[in-house]
């Protein structure tokens, strides 16, 4: 199943005691990088958390952001983190130094510094994990339904552009095959022109038409094509959930080096039109396969 490397899910866990909110966000990276934002007391948690979605997403830039209201009248006790009061103090005074500015450090404004006043409460971990996880656990269904959708629409769009690379093939396949019939017209009109049918026997020109005729023929080159296409087209349409991004990419990198190889033997404006065609849509679909988990 492809899955789009972009997407968003959002869950929402309201509880007794406290309510839960977890948002997604994810796009196209070339490795599985997660940055989650937690409140400072569930810090804790963010390993497991982190295990978490790396089993559900295994490849992006994907931004978790965590808010946790607190209902209960037990969470409204609070306290403030010295520690962290004192550090913002000693930085705020070595700027009042070392720029002249006016010393209006007040308590009130101490307190609106992030993280300067804690909740009181010791929290129970496995309370709060389970909690977080289950929400989480409904926004990653969330996102990857999204990703899902995304994907499908994705995979539709791959389909259709390897098609028309398909419908290419034959052209190609034609061409070549009627190359060295052409060369061999194009050789026998130059020795009439130069009136030199009976300096060169049969055999020369029939040794010249095989170097030609090896030289020029692309048949593996588009048995191995064909080959790719089909391998690309089984992992679009696969059913499993094991991601392919990589797999199609490298695909993609096989299926230019054939197209690239035709097209250096080519010797046929046509052919050549054919291979340029084959090479955008390629490019085209590398664009969106950037985007595949």
């Avoid at 946790?68 to 130094?97: F, Q, T, W």
């Avoid at 993280?115 to 009181?120: H, L, P």
């Avoid at 679009?236 to 190889?261: H, S, Y």
Wanted: aromatic share 6%; hydrophobic share 35%; with cysteine.
């Amino acid at each position: 199943m492809i899955r789009s490397m972009t997407g968003f899910g959002r869950s929402i866990l309201p509880l007794d005691d406290r309510r839960y909110t977890i948002e997604i966000k994810t796009v196209n990276h070339r490795y599985n990088d997660i940055s989650i934002r937690l409140p400072r007391y569930l810090i804790c948690l963010e390993d497991p958390l982190r295990q978490l979605i790396a089993k559900s997403v295994s490849r992006g830039k994907i931004d978790v952001f965590v808010n946790v209201e607190n209902l209960s009248e037990n969470s409204k006790n609070i306290k403030v983190d010295e520690a962290l009061a004192g550090s913002y103090v000693e930085e705020m005074r070595k700027l009042i130094d070392t720029y002249g500015l006016k010393d209006d450090i007040s308590a009130t404004s101490l307190l609106r510094l992030p993280d300067v006043i804690v909740a009181s409460n010791e929290i129970d971990e496995e309370q709060y994990w389970n909690e977080l996880s289950n929400c989480a656990g409904e926004a990653l269904e969330s996102l990857n339904r999204a990703r899902e959708k995304e994907g499908n629409n994705l995979k539709n769009d791959l389909l259709s552009r390897l098609n028309e690379i398909s419908n290419k093939i034959p052209e190609i396949e034609e061409k070549s095959a009627g190359l060295v019939d052409e060369y061999r017209k194009k050789l026998e009109a130059r020795l009439d022109e130069l009136n030199a049918r009976g300096i060169v026997d049969e055999a020369r020109i029939g040794a010249e038409l095989v170097l030609f005729a090896d030289k020029s023929s692309v048949c593996e080159e588009i048995t191995r094509l064909k080959s790719h296409i089909v391998s690309f087209t089984n992992y679009l349409n696969a059913e499993d959930d094991v991601p392919c991004g990589k797999k199609l990419d490298f695909l993609l990198q096989e299926m230019n080096r054939e197209i690239n190889t035709i097209g250096s033997k080519a010797n046929c404006l046509d052919i050549t039109n054919a291979v340029v065609f084959v090479k955008n849509e390629i490019e085209n679909i590398r664009e969106q396969v950037q985007n595949i988990e």
